[in-house]
């Protein structure tokens, strides 16, 4: 179901690598998952996260927020079994003389608009808790460790998160 982009239900911004395709792990104590073949790269894709996902998918609105862009709609739904496909957001070069941020902000900022509740889990938040802290609308950072990715303790955090906002209004 498509929400209205002023809906009061909490966008999950979803990052891929470090957070479903898992890195940087010692081979002896490989977390259980599979490789997944995108355009010739092999993925390490977590089997838990699946059903971690799957977990947040009532209180939340699922976007990809990954450089795999719409391609993560077309391996991850299925290799997961998510209900999606999700909706993905785009990444453009920064405007010439803008302010150097973290490279996904510009496109979470005009998805989201100012004031969605938003939660991000990705393994990269360099430079972003001050964005966090300034954007007028509640928003949650999840910093993911890209061995192990999304955890049962990240999807604790997330789903507190959204019981504890506060409910609009209606009308
Ligand atoms: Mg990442």
Known sequence: MKLPANSDVPLLLVDVDGVISLF???LDSRPEGGFVN???IHHYISRAAGA???ALANDFEMVWCTGWEEKANEYLPHALSLPGPFPFLTFSAPAPGSTPRHWKLDAIDAYAGPDRPVAWIDDDHEGCHEWAGERPGPTLLVTALPP????AAHVEELLRWAAALPKRAAG
């Open 24 to 26: 940087g792990f010692d």
């Open 38 to 40: 995108v355009e010739g």
């Open 52 to 54: 971690h996902l799957r």
């Open 148 to 151: 192990l990715g999304i955890t």
